[in-house]
């Protein structure tokens, strides 16, 4: 079982940054990918970004490629999105999920763990 805990959501204006991160539990966190989704009132669960055990593999929704960076510190059991130029587009609540295994993956229905996500607003 692993728990997972996000932090660092809040309201910022447009063009503004955030750094989100997800806390899990647990010893094996080494060994499980990660990944970051967000979703919106009435839409689908949506993939933002995804890292490997090692973090040397990173996936990018191309919504936020060259704007969000995706990274891990696995001696401290927490994973982290780093959100620059932000848009409103951006809002959501974000999730952070974890997977057994090695890779990253763009698919929700890969991941076995689940937060209870953050909520990112930002204004125009």
């Known amino acids: 079982q692993v728990q997972l805990v996000e932090s660092g959501g809040g309201l910022v204006q447009a063009g503004g940054s955030l750094r989100l991160s997800c806390a899990a539990s647990g010893r094996t966190f080494s060994s499980y990918a990660m990944g970051w989704f967000r979703q919106t009132p009435g839409k689908e669960r949506e993939f933002v970004a995804a890292?490997?055990?090692?973090?040397?593999?990173?996936l990018y929704a191309d919504s936020v490629k060259d704007r969000f960076t995706i990274f891990r510190d696995n001696a401290k059991n927490t994973v982290y999105l780093q959100m620059n130029s932000l848009k409103p587009e951006d809002t959501a609540v974000y999730y952070c999920?974890?997977?057994?295994?090695?890779?990253?993956?763009?698919?929700?229905?890969?991941?076995?763990?689940w937060g209870q996500g953050t909520q990112v607003t930002v204004s125009s």
């Open positions: 890292i490997s055990t090692s973090g040397g593999s990173t």
């Open positions: 999920a974890s997977r057994g295994g090695t890779y990253p993956y763009l698919n929700a229905d890969r991941y076995n763990y």
